[in-house]
Nanobody, 126 residues
């Protein structure tokens, strides 16, 4: 059983930056691809970014490409989401999620992820 805990959320002005962290425990971290999702008020949860188990490949939603970067440190059992040039529309609860590494592609599919964190709030003011 993998436990995921996000941190690093907060309030930031438009154009600013935040770095989210997601610490994993209870499993072998390098067995899992990691995804980031977000849910804005009144909207469905959506895919943001993903990184495969080795860190060798990433994927991003079009809305964050060029602004967000995900990375991981398998020695620290942690995945990161660096968010730059934040916009008010980035305001949401951000979740990290883990899926077993033998899936291929389809990083946006929530049903492939077995473990989820509790989320961290990101608020971007205009």
């Amino acid at each position: 059983q993998v436990q995921l805990v996000e941190s690093g959320g907060g309030l930031v002005q438009a154009g600013g930056s935040l770095r989210l962290s997601c610490a994993a425990s209870g499993g072998t971290f390098s067995n899992y691809d990691m995804g980031w999702f977000r849910q804005a008020p009144g909207k469905e949860r959506e895919f943001v970014a993903a990184i495969i188990w080795s860190g060798g490949n990433t994927d991003y939603a079009d809305s964050v490409k060029g602004r967000f970067t995900t990375s991981r440190d398998n020695a620290k059992n942690t995945v990161y989401l660096q968010m730059n040039i934040l916009k008010p529309e980035d305001t949401a609860i951000y979740y990290c999620a883990a899926r077993f590494k033998y899936y291929s592609g389809y990083y946006y599919r929530e049903n492939l992820y077995s473990y989820w964190g509790q989320g961290t709030q990101v608020t971007v003011s205009s």
